[in-house]
């Protein structure tokens, strides 16, 4: 298996910062915004995006966990899924702008699940999706309104995102 690291700790920096100037200005600034990640690494991506937000702002925005597992239609595949707890912030999420987070796009089917888990909690003024790297192969009509890197890759290629809060290391490889 070969390996190759093509985002470092700089590169992931950069694009959240990119990633959050984008959400403010869709949104017209920080008013009834709501960041959902999706775990793992999704919320800690929230979580970076929503402090980048409040450095710019001066404003806090609410960030919780939206867990999909049991909306997942691949369980019956991978059914020792753990599942993570989902965190709404205090003032829900009806009549926000919700942005989804997560780490990598791939086939688009852990965004239909969340799509599938936010109607059961309430219902935003508008889904926005935010993704570090997009690498293509969608299996679903779902694209990304925010994205920090495009990475065309071949679809047995694995992209791994590690993130030094979760993973101890920054960085983003594609292993063949």
């Known amino acids: 298996m070969?390996?190759?690291i093509v985002l470092h700790d700089a590169d992931i920096a950069r694009a959240l910062t990119r990633i959050s100037h984008e959400i403010l200005e869709s949104n017209k600034g920080p008013d009834g915004l709501v960041l959902l990640g999706i775990p793992t690494?999704?919320?800690t991506l929230a979580e970076r995006?929503?402090?980048l937000i409040a450095s710019f702002t001066g404003a806090d925005v609410p960030v919780g966990s939206l867990d999909v597992t049991m909306y997942r239609d691949d369980?019956?595949?991978?059914p020792t899924r753990t599942p993570r707890p989902t965190e709404i912030?205090?003032?829900g999420i009806d009549?926000?702008?919700v942005v989804l987070v997560d780490d990598v796009l791939f086939s688009g089917r852990s965004i239909r699940a969340a799509l599938d888990a936010l109607q059961d909690i309430g219902r935003p003024a508008v889904v926005r999706l935010a993704i570090l790297v997009d690498r293509g192969h969608r299996e679903l009509p779902?694209?990304?309104d925010f994205v920090g890197k495009n990475l065309p890759s071949?679809?047995?290629e694995r992209v791994n995102v590690r993130l030094a809060d979760v993973d101890g290391t920054e960085e983003v490889m594609i292993e063949s």
Do not use: D, F, Q, Y
């Open 2 to 4: 070969t390996s190759r």
């Open 41 to 43: 690494r999704g919320v």
């Open 49 to 51: 995006i929503g402090a």
């Open 75 to 78: 369980l019956h595949r991978n």
């Open 89 to 91: 912030p205090a003032g």
């Open 95 to 97: 009549g926000k702008a």
């Open 142 to 144: 779902i694209r990304p």
């Open 154 to 156: 071949a679809r047995e």
